[in-house]
């Protein structure tokens, strides 16, 4: 069955909720907020996971997302990233943030994808990272 969606690679990206393409949206805003103009693509994504399996699918999609859209606009050379990202560990907290919707260190949150804010009534930022 073929599905399709499009967001755009905006910080006021309006996010879908109840939909898949709310994974796509969420990158796509967030690290338009945190780093920028992007570049738009086109992305075809695959799975043969049953839906609500609880493997982490939203995960898969968010880490996804970033992985063309850096590929696409070299978001690993953006001072911005070379700044904030001292350590790969750095990278893998900052895409959980995206997802949830909390801040890393400088890179301000958003709504994420709903299910971590919607259990609270106030954004969480993730602790302050100690330089060694």
Same mark, same amino acid.
């Given at each position: 069955?073929?599905? %399709? $969606?499009?967001?755009?690679? @905006? *910080?006021?990206?309006?996010?879908? &909720?109840?939909?898949?393409?709310?994974?796509?949206?969420?990158?796509?805003?967030?690290?338009?907020?945190?780093?920028?103009?992007?570049?738009?693509?086109?992305?075809?994504? %695959? $799975?043969?996971?049953?839906? @609500? *399996?609880?493997?982490?699918?939203? &995960?898969?999609?968010?880490?996804?997302?970033?992985?063309?859209?850096?590929?696409?606009?070299?978001?690993?050379?953006?001072?911005?990233?070379?700044?904030?990202?001292?350590?790969?560990?750095?990278?893998?907290?900052?895409?959980?943030?995206?997802?949830?919707?909390?801040?890393?260190?400088?890179?301000?949150?958003?709504?994420?994808?709903?299910?971590?804010?919607?259990?609270?009534?106030?954004?969480?930022?993730?602790?302050?990272?100690?330089?060694?």
């Amino acid at each position: 069955m073929r599905k %399709s $969606c499009s967001a755009r690679f @905006a *910080s006021e990206t309006k996010v879908a &909720s109840n939909h898949w393409s709310l994974y796509i949206a969420t990158a796509a805003r967030r690290l338009s907020q945190n780093f920028g103009h992007l570049l738009g693509c086109d992305v075809a994504i %695959s $799975c043969d996971l049953p839906p @609500a *399996s609880g493997m982490s699918t939203s &995960s898969a999609l968010i880490c996804a997302m970033y992985m063309v859209l850096d590929v696409r606009n070299g978001l690993q050379k953006h001072p911005k990233f070379v700044a904030t990202f001292k350590k790969e560990e750095e990278l893998y907290e900052y895409l959980g943030c995206i997802e949830n919707g909390q801040s890393c260190g400088e890179l301000t949150g958003d709504q994420g994808e709903g299910s971590f804010l919607s259990r609270r009534t106030t954004q969480p930022s993730c602790p302050q990272r100690k330089e060694n």
